[in-house]
């Protein structure tokens, strides 16, 4: 699911709302976020560090 976000400059489409969500933290969260979700086997941690940076997304979403 594709969502759109339009700013004074343009418009920038998201393919995933975690791909948005990431976009709204500060880069290096963003960074060490991805690079804990790559290495991490267990969705349960990487929702579990989500959920500490402010994710309020569905659990399904950031599963994908």
């Given at each position: 699911m594709a969502t759109k976000r339009?700013?004074?400059t343009?418009?920038?489409v998201y393919l995933t709302v975690v791909d948005q969500w990431l976009?709204?933290?500060p880069a290096a969260d963003s960074e060490d976020f991805r690079e804990f979700a790559d290495y991490t086997p267990s969705i349960i941690e990487i929702w579990v560090f989500a959920g500490i940076l402010?994710?309020?997304g569905k659990f399904t979403d950031?599963?994908?």
């Amino acid at each position: 699911m594709a969502t759109k976000r339009a700013s004074a400059t343009g418009s920038k489409v998201y393919l995933t709302v975690v791909d948005q969500w990431l976009d709204t933290l500060p880069a290096a969260d963003s960074e060490d976020f991805r690079e804990f979700a790559d290495y991490t086997p267990s969705i349960i941690e990487i929702w579990v560090f989500a959920g500490i940076l402010g994710y309020e997304g569905k659990f399904t979403d950031l599963s994908r």
